[in-house]
């Protein structure tokens, strides 16, 4: 209800992420999204619970 994701996965690439999940199916409830330091995305789970993938970008201090 408050939006907020239950878990969050690091990725190599959240575009290519994106693209390969919803060709499967999953429905996105926030496309990939520049958040300044990362990219992110969220998903449903389908139980309820929504899911985000990050990747941080070169440079950044997670990032290296």
């Known amino acids: 209800e408050d939006g907020i ?3 969050q996965f ?3 690439d959240v575009q290519a992420e994106y693209e390969r999940l919803t060709g499967l199916g999953v429905v996105f409830t926030q496309p ?3 958040i300044g330091n990362a990219w992110i995305a969220v998903f449903d ?3 309820g619970n929504l899911i985000q993938i990050l990747a941080m970008k070169p440079g950044t201090d ?3």
Do not use: F, S
Request: net charge negative; proline share 13%.
């Open 32 to 34: 990939p999204t520049d």
């Open 10 to 12: 690091a990725v190599d």
């Open 5 to 7: 994701p239950l878990a």
């Open 62 to 64: 997670e990032g290296n």
């Open 45 to 47: 789970d389908t139980c």
